[in-house]
């Protein structure tokens, strides 16, 4: 089954990559071979595999996407230093298709972790602030803000 | 336009996914080791800053054994590649003194003039002789000899412009004439695959950038009409000049551009058209005058046409062509003209000499046949790969053929794999091209000969056999069949 590459207007290389087909679905199976990963390893109930799951998609995700900063590569001579992950998708446009997709995630695992847990503590209480913290981070206003000078410039 | 399999595309952001997870480990723990270890340069900055050498430190020194391999002989359709090995794990290599003929399909040696010539060597040699390797001064000091401004008469009367201005280096021709014609307040629109040279020369302008997607004519339209509804940034006012930069023959894609579209769009909204004919000069269109000749574009509609002479003519060195007032502006602003050494000498009598036996004007008629050869070449080979399953890009006449591969394991694979049955071929990947689509590039040139391809068709269709990159069916061989039926009966 084949599908087309259109070519995009991002130039950067950094993020352009996530324009193509394919990533979410690739996304999506990461997620879910790493619950049966994590079913197999520590012989735990689903709903703690799910819990693991998504504590370990925050850490990934909220350092590779809200704490990092450029690229890692120097072909573009560090016009992007400044700017986070997420903040340099879709060449800082809001609200993108892409965005949206990816504030879904971590809710939608949210859901799911607390719903095979059975809502019970401390599962709940780590789930919950995770999502609270990622969901956030990814509003449209906080383009740019850095709390407290939390990972600011120098 | 490319068409991928949905799983190789899934398993092309898998593998990469696994590589950098794995580069992050060992950061990690290289971070941990270091912190143990004692350095004296403390109270000194970073050399690089945040993480980015990540790209070259964990994933590009893997497989460097595959690019920046040293050749030993002048790269004609044979060449020698000096043999290296490492005892480091690719981080460092030595050289040893043996060598390997390869098949060269890595060159821009689309004419053959990058080795001995029977008209342009010895004239070189005289040449060399007569003025020595370098001229050892900028074009206004001392740098200029009667040789120089034969070549840009010579340049103007291939090209088809009223003048010409030569250079010493190709890249610095971009870099360094963007930032003199335009500058803050201007507007450049680019096409989003054009080469780092007019990346690197828009960005040195300080004008505004906008990009506009790869040879999509209707997307130039709207990106022009927006932009000039909107003017300058925050201040709104009209723009002072547009500029609209666009390549002849795409070096990673072999695509040829949709010029005549182009202009057309570019004279509604009164924009000037800048074309680099880097890969296409010398190489398309019919007596080899470039992509103007090839799609019926007349040349006073580009208002600047730059080119090389390292790909078709042997040489080295850029050109710019225009109108008599601009190559004049050029010649007293641009500081390449004005502060860098002219170029060499035997080099421009090379250009000379190959642009003469392109346009037959050494009583042979070897450019004629070169460029027919050159195309015969392209097309047949372009064709052969198709039919075996193979994923090529690029239009037809080009000589430029990218052969996909995607997943990132192949790229040294085949790379290797090749070089071990003595076919050199040059694979790119990350950043040069996007993530998903690394490719193995193949450039064709006029002295391969017949079997030198069918030789190249057999040991690519092993490999790729070997690496999974025919992505496509194969077509089957019905004609071939049919033959052999008729000659039983």
Known sequence: MYVRALPTTDVNRNTEWFTYPGVWTTYILILFFSWLLVLSVFHCSPGIAWTIVHLAHFTVTYHSFHWKKGTPFGDDQGVYNRLTWWEQIDNGKQLTRNRKFLTVVPVVLYLIASHTTDYQHPMLFLNTLAVFVMVVAKFPHMHKVRIFGINGDQ | ?489
């Open chain 2, 1 to 489: 336009m490319i068409t991928i399999p949905y799983l190789t595309a899934v398993s092309t952001y898998f593998s990469y996914g696994l590589l950098f997870a794995f580069g992050q480990l060992r950061d990690f723990f290289r971070r941990f080791i270091d912190w143990w270890l004692t350095t004296n340069l403390h109270g000194y900055a970073p050399i690089c800053l945040g993480h980015e050498d990540f790209y070259i430190r964990r994933l590009y020194h893997r497989i460097q054994d595959c690019f920046e391999r040293p050749i030993s002989s002048a790269p004609d359709a044979w060449f020698d590649v000096v043999e290296r090995y490492s005892n480091d794990n690719n981080k460092t290599f030595k050289r040893t003194t043996k060598t390997s003929r390869c098949l060269n399909l890595g060159s821009y040696n689309y004419l053959g003039f990058g080795s001995f010539d029977e008209y342009c060597t010895p004239r070189v040699i005289e040449s060399l002789k007569k003025f020595s390797a370098s001229t050892c001064s900028s074009r206004v000091d001392a740098g200029t000899t009667f040789v120089h401004a034969e070549l840009e008469e010579c340049v103007t009367r291939f090209v088809g412009k009223p003048a010409a201005v030569v250079f010493g280096m190709g890249y610095a021709t971009n870099s360094a004439i963007i930032p003199v014609l335009i500058g803050k307040g201007g507007l450049i629109i680019s096409d989003s695959l054009n080469h780092s040279s007019i990346v690197n020369g828009a960005r040195g302008s300080g004008a505004t950038i906008r990009v506009f997607q790869h040879n999509t004519p209707s997307h130039l339209e709207r990106v022009l009409r927006e932009q000039i509804a909107d003017g300058q940034p925050r201040t709104h006012r009209p723009w002072k000049k547009i500029i609209v930069v666009v390549e002849g023959i795409y070096s990673m894609e072999g695509e040829i551009c949709h010029l005549p579209e182009v202009v057309a769009i570019c004279k509604k909204y009164k924009a000037y058209v800048y074309l680099d004919e880097a890969h296409s000069i010398g190489a398309i269109g019919k007596t080899g005058k470039g992509i103007c000749e090839l799609l019926g574009v007349d040349t006073a509609d580009v208002d600047v046409m730059m080119g090389t002479f390292t790909k078709s003519f042997g040489s080295c060195g850029g050109y710019i062509a225009g109108s008599k007032e601009l190559v004049q502006y050029l010649k007293h602003q641009c500081p390449a003209h004005l502060y860098a050494t002219s170029i060499p000498t035997p080099s421009a009598q090379q250009i000379i000499s190959a642009i003469k036996v392109i346009l037959g004007e050494d009583g042979s008629n070897r450019g004629a046949q070169k460029l027919a050869r050159i195309r015969e070449n392209s097309n047949f080979f372009r064709a052969e790969l198709q039919k075996m399953g193979f994923e090529v890009l690029g239009d037809n006449d080009s000589p430029v053929m990218p052969i996909m591969l995607y997943n990132p394991a192949k790229i040294p694979a085949f790379s290797r794999e090749c070089l071990r049955q003595k076919v050199a071929v040059v694979v790119v990947g990350f950043p040069a091209t996007p993530l998903l689509l690394a490719r193995a590039r193949i450039c064709i040139s006029a002295s391969h000969s017949r079997e030198d391809l069918i030789r190249a068709l057999k040991v690519i269709s092993k490999v790729g056999d070997l690496s999974g990159i025919k992505y496509f069916p194969a077509e089957p061989k019905k004609i071939e069949q049919t033959k052999n039926d008729i000659k039983l009966d």
